[in-house]
Each structure stands twice: as structure tokens, then as C-alpha cells.
């Protein structure tokens, strides 16, 4: 989740963009009991909002959150993910992948800051890279009926260099957010 839930440039020029955007809403709807994920524009940018109810300890969930050299083992589309430098309470991870739908992928290349402020707050903001924005974090919250159940959430603002009309964006980003965030959630659970 900390690199560029970004997508596709040349979708809108295609034939399949309805079949595109179809595909990307019933991808949100699958697994909605668990997880879910609002997507909106912001100017230029997409907003994000993710959140799942996890039955799992707390550390368990912060280990997961933190381990950045295993994120590509459970995080569909990242396919490196590694600690070059840690700055006091932030490591500095250097991730790549592809985000991709049908028949198109878009690289992904970026070095993020990720701020860890326990008990509840992880901050993540790209460093460089081919994204132009990504400002965002997780936030973990007792859910005040059992000891090992808490509230996930994700969210931030994500923009990509290249635009595509936000009509596009928003929806596919918010597909490719809900299965990074479902990869999330299943390794912890």
C-alpha cells in the first residue's frame, strides 16, 4: 500500500473502457463484507479511503504494517519492496511494481518516507519516483468489543504524473486500492 496505486494511460483510448470500468466496480464490490474502499477526486488527484475490521492481535497487525521487505509477498502488483535507510522513526523503502488491468500495466517506481508513530499511525509520503503525489497513512483503532478485533484504515492522496481524465481514475485506482488493501488484510488475518 505505501507505492502508487496508480493506473493505466491509455485506457480511455481503448474499446474494452466500458468493459474497464464495469470490471473495476464489481472488483470493489467482491469482498465488500470485509473490506472497503471510497474513492474521490480532489482536484487533480484521487482520495482515498479504505477501512476493514481485522480479528487479529495488535502486534501482529503493526508487524505486518512495518515488515517493508516482505510487502511484495503478499501485496498484488509490488514486486520489490526494501529498507534503504532508516531516520530516526521513518524508514526510507524503495518499492517498485506495475499497477495493471486487463491488458495494459503502468510501472511503478518510488521511494517513499514511512513515519511510524505506534500505537496507531503510520504516515507514508513518496520521496521521488514516477508519481506526483502520494500523502497518505494507516490507522489502527480498537474496535471497544474484544481485545484482538481493530478497525484498519488507509487513507491519502494519490496522483500520477500523467493524468487521465479522473472519470477513469477514480474508479480503477479505487480497484487496485481494494485488492492492495485485501492483500493487506488477508496476510494479517
Known amino acids: 500500500m505505501f507505492w502508487a496505486f496508480s493506473f493505466l494511460v491509455s485506457a480511455a483510448r481503448t474499446k474494452a473502457f466500458p468493459l474497464l470500468i464495469l470490471t473495476a466496480w464489481v472488483g470493489v464490490a467482491i469482498g465488500a463484507e470485509q473490506v472497503s474502499v471510497e474513492a474521490s477526486r480532489q482536484g487533480t488527484a ?90 497518505g497513512g494507516y490507522r489502527i483503532e480498537k474496535t471497544g468489543y474484544k481485545d484482538d478485533e481493530f478497525v484498519l484504515r488507509w487513507s491519502g492522496i494519490i496522483e500520477r504524473p500523467i493524468s487521465l481524465p479522473l472519470f477513469i481514475t477514480v474508479p480503477l485506482m479505487r480497484a487496485n486500492i481494494s485488492d492492495q488493501f485485501r492483500g493487506m488484510v488477508k496476510e494479517i488475518e
Open 46 to 135: 484521487v482520495a482515498i479511503k479504505a477501512r476493514a475490521t481485522i480479528k487479529a492481535p495488535y502486534a501482529l497487525i503493526w508487524q505486518t504494517l512495518t515488515d517493508y521487505d516482505h510487502l511484495s509477498e503478499f501485496i498484488p502488483g509490488m514486486m520489490t519492496s526494501h529498507v534503504i535507510e532508516r531516520r530516526g522513526s521513518a524508514a526510507i523503502v524503495e518499492q517498485t511494481g506495475e499497477a495493471g488491468f486487463l491488458f495494459f500495466t503502468y510501472p511503478i517506481e518510488v521511494l517513499v518516507e514511512s513515519r511510524e508513530e505506534p500505537p496507531a499511525f503510520i504516515g507514508m509520503r513518496v520521496l521521488k519516483g514516477n508519481l506526483k503525489q502520494l500523502d
